[in-house]
């Protein structure tokens, strides 16, 4: 796996609260728009210091042989033109967006990348990178200053993993790849989960608490999903509170929305 980097300075921000968001599923016949509607909202009213990660299958793109199709899809165009809409008024609070399976399902078929088209269409082509990618926030005035960054470790996911214990694995291991992130996120399974772990780095050896979590999604059971018998979706986010002090000590807090 090729790990990207996308480093954010928050000058003299200390306190700062992330929105990762994952398996949006816009165009799909049971997308959660109200749900969706609703934490936009919540990220406007925050302010500047909320900052959004969008971790892959922001669109269904039911393109021919997915098995969504058969529902009464949405045309990539169209469905790429209402995630515009619906994101550019958060667009400036966007630090990452990475494609997920859905995506690369365009990607595949005709050789377009349809995130990074996105994310230029939401005028944050900076903000792309196309796989997994390591989230470094920094809180100096300048970027390298200003006490220890937090670091996020963001998926989007993988596998199938429908039994509880699998699903929460496959977080866990992403510490594997690298090893000393503050918090690491995938998405894909649409569930919510959300658990800690420490380790000690270095020596004298220094206490690291991490988060692992599951940013559930913005869909409901469709069709072939029932056919299926999947479990229902965890819909909706978590939200995860920063804080950091002039010592680089952080303070995490994760709630499950």
């Given amino acids: 796996m090729e790990l990207h980097t996308q480093e954010i300075c928050l000058k003299d921000k200390k306190k700062f609260v992330v929105h990762p968001l994952s398996d949006?599923?816009?165009?799909?016949?049971?997308?959660?728009?109200?749900?969706?509607?609703?934490?936009?909202?919540?990220?406007?009213?925050?302010?500047?210091?909320?900052?959004?990660?969008?971790?892959?299958d922001l669109g269904d793109t039911a393109i021919v042989g997915s098995p969504s199709f058969r529902h009464g899809a949405t045309t990539i165009q169209d469905e790429l033109t209402e995630m515009v809409r619906v994101f550019k008024p958060i667009a400036d609070r966007v630090d990452l967006i990475i494609p997920g399976n859905h995506?690369?399902?365009?990607?595949?078929?005709?050789?377009l990348d349809y995130t990074q088209q996105f994310a230029t269409l939401l005028g944050r082509a900076e903000s792309y990178r196309p796989?997994?990618?390591?989230?470094?926030?920094?809180?100096?005035?300048?970027?390298?200053?200003g006490g220890t960054p937090v670091e996020l470790f963001c998926h989007h996911g993988y596998g199938g993993g429908r039994k509880g214990g699998a699903k929460f694995n496959k977080v866990l291991d992403l510490s594997q790849i690298k090893g000393d992130c503050d918090i690491y996120m995938m998405g894909h399974v649409h569930d919510q989960t959300v658990g800690k772990a420490k380790i000690y780095l270095g020596w004298p050896p220094r206490e690291l608490e991490q988060y692992f979590i599951i940013t559930g999604c913005y869909l409901g059971l469709e069709p072939?999903?029932?056919?299926?018998?999947?479990?229902?979706?965890?819909?909706?986010?978590?939200?995860?509170?920063?804080?950091?002090?002039?010592?680089?000590?952080?303070?995490?807090q994760v709630v499950l929305g």
Avoid: M, W
Avoid at 25 to 54: M, N, Y
Avoid at 132 to 143: N, Q, S
Avoid at 233 to 251: D, F, H, R, T
């Fill in 24 to 56: 949006v599923h816009i165009g799909a016949e049971k997308h959660k728009k109200q749900l969706l509607k609703e934490k936009i909202k919540q990220i406007i009213d925050g302010g500047p210091t909320h900052r959004v990660l969008l971790l892959g």
């Fill in 103 to 111: 995506e690369r399902r365009v990607n595949r078929a005709v050789g």
């Fill in 131 to 145: 796989g997994a990618t390591v989230v470094k926030y920094v809180f100096g005035k300048r970027k390298n200053r």
């Fill in 224 to 252: 072939y999903a029932l056919d299926c018998a999947y479990p229902p979706s965890a819909e909706g986010s978590p939200v995860i509170q920063i804080q950091c002090n002039s010592a680089g000590q952080k303070k995490i």
